[in-house]
C-alpha cells in the first residue's frame, strides 16, 4: 500500500480538527468579557492533535512513522535518519522528515546573547509558537554557526594564526587579510561620475559582529543569478550604460551567499589543529590515500589510523551521542518593499562587500543592511538553505535542500530569474539566460512531508492564536542519503539542486566530475566512495563527494600534480582552505578569463541597466 494514504488519513483528520477548532476560537471571541490585548494562549498539545488512527483501513504499518513536528522537543537537532530500507519511496519519505526535523530545530531561536554567547545552542524557554514567529535578530542556531573564513581564515604574513579564536563560542570576527581584517573599511557614497564610492576609514570591519556575512557573490564561480529590478529600490537610479553587476539601486538584485560549520566539526578542526595548513595538508594527503587505496572513505565509525587524516565526527544515536558534523549554505537576496510587508522571507541584519573603485581588484568595503527597510535599503531575504550533515547511517552525509516558495514565481513583479554562465573555452551561453522552470521535479514523498509539516504548523497556529508564519513560504527541494549511481535518478533525488543556489545547467544536473576552469562536467566519472565501492554521484552528493575523494587521474590525460591529490571527506570549506584574503564583491563583474584570471564586463548586448 502506498504511503500518501497515511497522508490522506491525517490531511482529513487534522482539517476537521482546524474546522472544530476555528468553532471554537470563533465562540471564545463573542465572549463579552474576552480581552483582545495581547492575548496568551496556552502551548497546544500537538502530539494529541496529529494522532493517527489505528483501527483505521488505511493505515499502512510498513510505512514511515508521521513524526510530530512541532512537539515540545522540536527544537532538539536530530544526530541521525533511519537507516536505509529498499523501498525507495519509504526512505524518501524517512528522509524528508528528517531533514524537516533539521530544519525546525536550526532555525529554532538561539539562546546566545552579548552575557551568554552561546553560538549554535537553541533557546529551550522558547516554544514551538515562537519558532513560527521569528524575530529578525540574525540569531536563529544556524546563524550563530561558525563562518567560513572563521573556520579557516588567511594567516598572517609568515603562516601563523596569532589571534585564532579557538573557541567556538567568540565573539563572530571575519578575517580576510592576515590578522587585521578590520582593514576593510565601511562603504561610503557612491559617486556616480567616478563609479566609485568614498570609503570611511575611521569603521572597519573588526567593529562589525553580524551573524550574516554574505561574501559569496557566485555559485561556486560558476554562474552569477539575479532577480528583475526592483523599480521603487530607495535611491537614485544609476547613469545610463552602467553595468547591470553593479549592485546600485534600481538594478538587477544578485543573489549572494554565506557557508557556515556547527561546532562539532569546528571543535574536530581546532582538536586536531587542521587551521595550522602544514597540519591540514599532511592530513588530506593521507585522506586521498585512505578514500582510494585503503576503502575507509564514507564510512562510520571513523577509521583507526596510525597517520593523521580527516573524518569529521558522525551523528550517533545515543543518550550522549555527538549530534554530527554540520554544515550550512545559505542564499540570500535583496527584497522590494512588496516582498517585505507580505511576511513570507526570513529577514536578518546582513553584511555584504563592495569594490569601491571597480579598476582595482583588491580594494574592497563592507556594508551593513538592515533586517527591516530604512529610507535608502531595504533588507535581505532568505531564498535558500542548504542543510548538510554527517550521520552514522549516513556517512557520505545526508544532504537537504530548502527554498522560499515564489523563487518561481513568475506572476510576482519583479521576480524573474536569470544567470550568467562564466566564461569558458568554448563560450557556453555566454549571454543571459532566464529561468522558468525546475530542471528536475520535486518528488512525491517530499512534496506530502511538506504538505504535512505545513499543516501542523497551520495546527500549532490556530490553537496559538497566531494569524500567519513565514515558514509557511518555505519548502524542502529533495533530500539526498545512501550513495547510489544515476540508475533510478528521480527516486534518489539524484540530480538535488536548489534552484537559487544551483542554477546553470552545469550545477542543475551536476554528475561525475568538473572541470573549473572550462565550467563543463565529464558526468560518467566516479566522484564518491563508500567503503570499496565507488559511485558516479549526481546532485549535492557527487559535487561534495570531489572534495571526498579528491582530483580524479583520468587515463589520456595529464595526471594532477602531486600536491593536489588531497581529500577532506565532502567539505569544500576544509578542500579549499585557507581562503585567499578577499571577499566576493556585491559588484564583482559576470565573467572571469581563464587564462589570465582577470574579471571583464558582460556581453555588450547586456551591459546597460535598462537592458532587462
Given at each position: 500500500m502506498h504511503s500518501y494514504f497515511n497522508y490522506s488519513l491525517l490531511t482529513r483528520l487534522i482539517a476537521l480538527l482546524l474546522l472544530t477548532t476555528s468553532i471554537i476560537i470563533s465562540g471564545c471571541n463573542t465572549n463579552d468579557n474576552?480581552?483582545?490585548d495581547n492575548p496568551v494562549s496556552p502551548?497546544?498539545?500537538?502530539?494529541?492533535?496529529?494522532?493517527?488512527?489505528?483501527?483505521?483501513?488505511?493505515?499502512?504499518?510498513?510505512?514511515?512513522?508521521?513524526?510530530?513536528?512541532?512537539?515540545?522537543?522540536?527544537?532538539?537537532?536530530?544526530?541521525?535518519?533511519?537507516?536505509?530500507?529498499?523501498?525507495?519511496?519509504?526512505?524518501?519519505?524517512?528522509?524528508?522528515?528528517?531533514?524537516?526535523?533539521?530544519?525546525?530545530?536550526?532555525?529554532?531561536p538561539s539562546n546566545y546573547t552579548s552575557t551568554t554567547p552561546n553560538r549554535g545552542q537553541p533557546d529551550t524557554?522558547?516554544?514551538?509558537?515562537?519558532?513560527?514567529?521569528?524575530?529578525?535578530?540574525?540569531?536563529?542556531?544556524?546563524?550563530?554557526?561558525?563562518?567560513?573564513?572563521?573556520?579557516?581564515?588567511?594567516?598572517?604574513?609568515?603562516?601563523?594564526?596569532?589571534?585564532?579564536?579557538?573557541?567556538?563560542n567568540a565573539v563572530p570576527q571575519y578575517t580576510y587579510r592576515g590578522v587585521d581584517g578590520g582593514s576593510i573599511p565601511q562603504c561610503g557614497a557612491y559617486n556616480p561620475a567616478t563609479g566609485s564610492w568614498a570609503v570611511n576609514t575611521s569603521s572597519t570591519l573588526s567593529d562589525i559582529h553580524l551573524f550574516n556575512n554574505l561574501d559569496e557573490t557566485s555559485e561556486i564561480n560558476l554562474c552569477t543569478l539575479f532577480t528583475d529590478a526592483?523599480?521603487?529600490?530607495?535611491?537614485?537610479?544609476?547613469?545610463?550604460?552602467?553595468?547591470?553587476?553593479?549592485?546600485?539601486?534600481?538594478?538587477?538584485?544578485?543573489?549572494?551567499?554565506?557557508?557556515?560549520?556547527?561546532?562539532?566539526?569546528?571543535?574536530?578542526?581546532v582538536d586536531n589543529n587542521y587551521y595550522q595548513k602544514t597540519n591540514r595538508t599532511t592530513a588530506?594527503?593521507?585522506?586521498?590515500?585512505?578514500?582510494?587505496?585503503?576503502?575507509?572513505?564514507?564510512?562510520?565509525?571513523?577509521?583507526?589510523?596510525?597517520?593523521?587524516?580527516?573524518?569529521?565526527?558522525?551523528?550517533?544515536?545515543?543518550?550522549?551521542?555527538?549530534?554530527?558534523?554540520?554544515?550550512?549554505?545559505?542564499?540570500?537576496?535583496?527584497?522590494?518593499?512588496?516582498?517585505?510587508?507580505?511576511?513570507?522571507?526570513?529577514?536578518?541584519?546582513?553584511?555584504?562587500?563592495?569594490?569601491?573603485?571597480?579598476?582595482?581588484?583588491?580594494?574592497?568595503?563592507?556594508?551593513?543592511?538592515?533586517?527591516?527597510?530604512?529610507?535608502?535599503?531595504?533588507?535581505?531575504?532568505?531564498?535558500?538553505?542548504?542543510?548538510?550533515?554527517k550521520t552514522t547511517n549516513y556517512p557520505t552525509f545526508v544532504f537537504a535542500t530548502f527554498e522560499q516558495v515564489d523563487n518561481l514565481n513568475s506572476g510576482l513583479p519583479n521576480s524573474s530569474l536569470f544567470y550568467y554562465n562564466r566564461n569558458a573555452t568554448p563560450p557556453i551561453n555566454p549571454d543571459k539566460q532566464t529561468v522558468t522552470s525546475r530542471a528536475h521535479p520535486i518528488s512525491d514523498e517530499t512534496n506530502a512531508v511538506t504538505s504535512?509539516?505545513?499543516?501542523?504548523?497551520?495546527?500549532?497556529?490556530?490553537?496559538s492564536g497566531i494569524s500567519d508564519s513565514v515558514w509557511l513560504y518555505y519548502k524542502l527541494i529533495g533530500v539526498q542519503g545512501s550513495a547510489t549511481d544515476p540508475s533510478d535518478t528521480e527516486a534518489t533525488d539524484y540530480f538535488l539542486a536548489n534552484i537559487t543556489t544551483e542554477t546553470n545547467e552545469v550545477l542543475r544536473s551536476f554528475s561525475g566530475t568538473l572541470d573549473n576552469n572550462n565550467g563543463t562536467i565529464d558526468p560518467t566519472n566516479t566522484n564518491l566512495r563508500k567503503g570499496h565501492t565507488a559511485f558516479t554521484g549526481g546532485g549535492c552528493k557527487g559535487?561534495?563527494?570531489?572534495?571526498?575523494?579528491?582530483?580524479?587521474?583520468?587515463?589520456?590525460?595529464?595526471?594532477?600534480?602531486?600536491?593536489?591529490?588531497?581529500?577532506?571527506?565532502?567539505?569544500?570549506?576544509?578542500q579549499n582552505a585557507p581562503f585567499d584574503g578577499e571577499p566576493d564583491a556585491i559588484n564583482q563583474p559576470l565573467l572571469k578569463t581563464t587564462a589570465a584570471g582577470e574579471w571583464y564586463p558582460e556581453q555588450a548586448a547586456a551591459s546597460s541597466a535598462g537592458d532587462q
Amino acid at each position: 500500500m502506498h504511503s500518501y494514504f497515511n497522508y490522506s488519513l491525517l490531511t482529513r483528520l487534522i482539517a476537521l480538527l482546524l474546522l472544530t477548532t476555528s468553532i471554537i476560537i470563533s465562540g471564545c471571541n463573542t465572549n463579552d468579557n474576552a480581552s483582545t490585548d495581547n492575548p496568551v494562549s496556552p502551548e497546544p498539545d500537538v502530539e494529541a492533535l496529529v494522532e493517527t488512527d489505528e483501527n483505521s483501513e488505511n493505515t499502512n504499518t510498513d510505512d514511515a512513522a508521521i513524526p510530530v513536528f512541532f512537539a515540545s522537543t522540536a527544537y532538539q537537532v536530530p544526530h541521525d535518519a533511519p537507516a536505509p530500507v529498499e523501498d525507495s519511496s519509504q526512505q524518501q519519505t524517512a528522509l524528508a522528515n528528517f531533514a524537516w526535523q533539521e530544519f525546525i530545530a536550526l532555525n529554532w531561536p538561539s539562546n546566545y546573547t552579548s552575557t551568554t554567547p552561546n553560538r549554535g545552542q537553541p533557546d529551550t524557554s522558547k516554544t514551538a509558537a515562537d519558532f513560527a514567529q521569528p524575530d529578525s535578530s540574525g540569531q536563529l542556531v544556524w546563524q550563530t554557526y561558525k563562518h567560513r573564513v572563521e573556520v579557516y581564515p588567511m594567516a598572517d604574513t609568515s603562516g601563523n594564526y596569532p589571534n585564532y579564536p579557538t573557541s567556538f563560542n567568540a565573539v563572530p570576527q571575519y578575517t580576510y587579510r592576515g590578522v587585521d581584517g578590520g582593514s576593510i573599511p565601511q562603504c561610503g557614497a557612491y559617486n556616480p561620475a567616478t563609479g566609485s564610492w568614498a570609503v570611511n576609514t575611521s569603521s572597519t570591519l573588526s567593529d562589525i559582529h553580524l551573524f550574516n556575512n554574505l561574501d559569496e557573490t557566485s555559485e561556486i564561480n560558476l554562474c552569477t543569478l539575479f532577480t528583475d529590478a526592483d523599480p521603487n529600490d530607495p535611491g537614485s537610479a544609476p547613469p545610463a550604460n552602467t553595468p547591470l553587476y553593479m549592485g546600485l539601486p534600481k538594478q538587477p538584485r544578485r543573489f549572494i551567499y554565506e557557508a557556515k560549520a556547527n561546532a562539532v566539526m569546528f571543535d574536530y578542526i581546532v582538536d586536531n589543529n587542521y587551521y595550522q595548513k602544514t597540519n591540514r595538508t599532511t592530513a588530506q594527503e593521507n585522506t586521498y590515500n585512505t578514500v582510494r587505496n585503503l576503502g575507509e572513505g564514507g564510512v562510520a565509525p571513523c577509521p583507526v589510523s596510525t597517520d593523521p587524516i580527516i573524518c569529521f565526527p558522525p551523528g550517533v544515536n545515543d543518550q550522549n551521542g555527538s549530534e554530527g558534523t554540520i554544515l550550512v549554505k545559505a542564499t540570500w537576496r535583496q527584497l522590494t518593499l512588496d516582498e517585505y510587508n507580505s511576511g513570507r522571507y526570513l529577514t536578518a541584519p546582513i553584511i555584504r562587500y563592495r569594490n569601491p573603485d571597480p579598476s582595482n581588484t583588491e580594494a574592497f568595503c563592507y556594508e551593513t543592511i538592515d533586517a527591516t527597510p530604512t529610507s535608502n535599503s531595504l533588507p535581505y531575504g532568505l531564498t535558500g538553505l542548504h542543510i548538510i550533515h554527517k550521520t552514522t547511517n549516513y556517512p557520505t552525509f545526508v544532504f537537504a535542500t530548502f527554498e522560499q516558495v515564489d523563487n518561481l514565481n513568475s506572476g510576482l513583479p519583479n521576480s524573474s530569474l536569470f544567470y550568467y554562465n562564466r566564461n569558458a573555452t568554448p563560450p557556453i551561453n555566454p549571454d543571459k539566460q532566464t529561468v522558468t522552470s525546475r530542471a528536475h521535479p520535486i518528488s512525491d514523498e517530499t512534496n506530502a512531508v511538506t504538505s504535512q509539516v505545513h499543516l501542523q504548523l497551520r495546527q500549532l497556529l490556530a490553537a496559538s492564536g497566531i494569524s500567519d508564519s513565514v515558514w509557511l513560504y518555505y519548502k524542502l527541494i529533495g533530500v539526498q542519503g545512501s550513495a547510489t549511481d544515476p540508475s533510478d535518478t528521480e527516486a534518489t533525488d539524484y540530480f538535488l539542486a536548489n534552484i537559487t543556489t544551483e542554477t546553470n545547467e552545469v550545477l542543475r544536473s551536476f554528475s561525475g566530475t568538473l572541470d573549473n576552469n572550462n565550467g563543463t562536467i565529464d558526468p560518467t566519472n566516479t566522484n564518491l566512495r563508500k567503503g570499496h565501492t565507488a559511485f558516479t554521484g549526481g546532485g549535492c552528493k557527487g559535487c561534495h563527494g570531489n572534495a571526498q575523494v579528491g582530483p580524479a587521474v583520468i587515463a589520456g590525460q595529464p595526471a594532477p600534480a602531486p600536491s593536489t591529490l588531497i581529500a577532506s571527506d565532502f567539505s569544500f570549506i576544509t578542500q579549499n582552505a585557507p581562503f585567499d584574503g578577499e571577499p566576493d564583491a556585491i559588484n564583482q563583474p559576470l565573467l572571469k578569463t581563464t587564462a589570465a584570471g582577470e574579471w571583464y564586463p558582460e556581453q555588450a548586448a547586456a551591459s546597460s541597466a535598462g537592458d532587462q
